[in-house]
Structures are given as C-alpha cells and as structure tokens.
C-alpha cells in the first residue's frame, strides 16, 4: 500500500526531512519519596531523569539504550507528556510543551504518538478492534471522509492484518499480531512522531524482526520521526540513525550510529556494545567488558561522574567534577560524550590515538587498570 494511501485518513502538513521535530532541553523528572508519621512529608527523590538533552529530525529515528532503571521510558512517557516534567523543556516544531496545559496539548495530541512495550495489557481486553483503533479518532473528533470503520480496516491491512478481524477481541490475537494492533492505533491520527517504548522486547525473535521491518516501512513511506526505545543493540543499530545511551538518568553519549558503534567513546557505551552477542566469529576474539558492582540508587546517586562507582577508569576528578555532554577533538560531528577519560579504541578493543592529551588518561594507566574488568572471550 502507498504512503498516498495510507495518509488518507487525516489532513496533516508534512514537515520537511532534516528539520528539527523534537528539542529537548534539560530535561528532569524527580518523583517524590514520602515519608514520615503521622504527617507525611518529602524525605527524597528519585532522580529517574536529570538534565537530558536531545534532538529528533523530521523523519529520523532516535534510538535510546541503556540497562533497565536508566530512564528510558520515563523520558519516553515525558516526551509524550504521560509525565509531567519536573524541569527542563520539550519543544515540538519550536512550541515549548513541557509544561503546556491541557488545552495547549490538545492540538498536536494528536501528531505525537506511543507504542507501548506490552501488548498484552496495552490493549482494553473489553473493545473490539475496531473500537480500539478508532478511539483516537473519536477522542479528536476526526471524521474521515470514508468514514472511520473503513479508516480502521485500512490500517489493519497496512499493518499486515486482516481486515476482517475488525469486531475481534484482543484476547484472540498473538503477542505479535496484538503490537500491531497497537502501530495501528498509534498511526490513526498520521502522527509525525512516535516514542516506541521497547515495541518488540516481548515478542519471539522472528516476529520481532517483522514488527521492526513493518516500523521501518512506514518510516520510510509516511516520514515519521521515532525515539525508539530498546535493550538491544542490533536491533537499534538496525533501525534507527542516530543512538543516545542513558545511565542512571543521564545520556553519557550520543552519535550517529555508525560513529557509536564502530568507535564508542564513553567507558560505558564501550561496555554495553562488548557484551552484545556477535554473530561474525571474526569478532569472538575481542575483549569482554564485565562492570562490577550493582547499578547506584537513584535516590541517591554518585557525585560527579555517577558511572564512576563501576568504571574501570575513575579517578579523583570523576567524583569530584560532572563530565559535560561535549564533543571531543578528533570525534565525528555530532559525537557527544560526557567522560573525563574517555575511550579511544574500537569495538575489538584496537587502540586509537588520543582526541585530546586533558581528557585521556596516561596510556600506561589505561592498559594497566583495563584488565580488572575485561576477559578474553575465548
């Protein structure tokens, strides 16, 4: 089916490839931790997200990553305004929405859009369907001109249903087939944006892949702009063009993805990518990176660098000084890390020269710290 088709249920104007969609600035999410007796009162606050920052073009597909707890999907539910941000703006085609009221929201509601990581309790087990899919429609009062059950039969055959299946109920659908009930809900309104949060982690490995080639279709022919959210990294690497990694609330690095995965500059983007299962046995050979310890608390996370407490790297200055989120001499445009001591090797593990002599520890003392933590794959 053509992107002509497939657009033919809304009137939304294009936005053009390459322009910036999505802005988000310092972004913070706090949730209050209450206490006390018989008053009950703020005693802390889990620091989910704190001051993250990115950009997302029309058309293009952000991937974010990171160990479960880093906040990747609070930042997805902030982006979408399922959260209310605690600091920090979210601009969406220049208009700041990060603290827009209801009524504000109410117009590009429908140009932003969610796939949820569960489509087994993502789905009213009580709806058709048909109801279901057109609920976005009938919540925005959109009509269109063939009416919305023929609008929803169209989207089901888009995401590779049929159309019949339009008075069936959720329950009688596979894990797969139910997620694409939900790219269907989540393309009713022609959205420009959509937050995947996790889209594909619940489901077998072969509908996976058809899930995330379906999602790249439809990028592909409509223009929609994702920040997809995963914990695997091939599958990121394959879907989206540019990658953000987060660590107990903040992104430690950010590039495009071949920049990230060929040359990763952060000690801990280094460690996700050594641990990812390789299927080319020229690359068994390559180090292992094992981080010890358990990942801090974010109610009370570590000062300054808060990887410090795992990297094999730390030194005085990491828990003295926060890294900054900058762009290091000799990196790829667009090539943030925020590390006082970051990588220069490759995946394997072969050297590079140094970016920068002040942000690079000693050469001898990168080797020599480096074996504690890393192991042969043999």
């Not at 091939?234 to 950010?254: C, D, N, P, T, W």
Request: proline share 8%; with cysteine.
């Amino acid at each position: 089916m053509s992107a002509e088709q497939t657009v033919s249920g809304a009137a939304a104007k294009p936005v053009a490839t390459g322009t910036p969609l999505l802005e988000v600035s310092g972004l913070t999410k706090h949730f209050p931790v209450m206490g006390g007796f018989p008053f009950k009162r703020q005693v802390g606050a889990v620091q989910a997200v704190d001051d993250v920052s990115f950009t997302v073009n029309a058309g293009e597909s952000l991937g974010l990553v990171g160990e479960s707890g880093c906040g990747k999907s609070t930042t997805g539910r902030l982006v979408t305004r399922l959260y209310e941000p605690t600091a920090g703006s979210i601009k969406y085609m220049g208009q700041d929405i990060a603290h827009a009221s209801r009524k504000e929201l109410a117009p590009i509601r429908s140009e932003i859009q969610m796939i949820f990581q569960d489509p087994y309790s993502s789905l009213n087990p009580r709806h058709t369907v048909g109801t279901i899919i057109s609920g976005p429609m009938e919540i925005n009062g959109i009509n269109p001109p063939q009416g919305r059950e023929a609008r929803v039969k169209e989207l089901l055959e888009i995401v590779g249903l049929n159309p019949e299946h339009y008075n069936r109920f959720p329950h009688e659908f596979s894990g797969g087939q139910r997620q694409r009930i939900g790219v269907a809900r989540a393309l009713a309104l022609n959205p420009k944006l959509i937050v995947a949060d996790e889209p594909v982690s619940a489901l077998d490995v072969s509908i996976q892949a058809q899930v995330v080639n379906l999602l790249q279709e439809l990028q592909k022919e409509l223009g929609i702009a994702f920040v997809f959210i995963a914990h695997d990294l091939s599958i990121v690497r394959h879907f989206s063009q540019r990658v953000a990694v987060m660590y107990l609330g903040k992104v430690v690095e950010i590039a495009d993805r071949d920049s990230l995965y060929e040359a990763p500059r952060h000690p801990y983007t280094h460690a996700l990518l050594s641990a990812a299962p390789d299927a080319d046995p020229d690359n068994l050979a390559g180090e292992r990176i094992r981080l010890t310890g358990d990942v801090p608390s974010p109610l009370n996370p570590p000062s300054g660098c808060r990887f410090r407490t795992r990297c094999w790297k730390a030194q005085e200055k990491c828990a003295t000084e926060e890294p900054p989120l900058v762009q290091l001499s000799g990196s790829a445009d667009g090539h943030l890390t925020a590390c006082h001591f970051p990588e220069f090797g490759d995946v394997q593990g072969n050297a590079k020269a140094p970016a920068t002599e002040a942000a690079t520890a000693p050469e001898s003392e990168a080797k020599a710290s480096v074996p504690e933590q890393r192991e042969s794959a043999e």
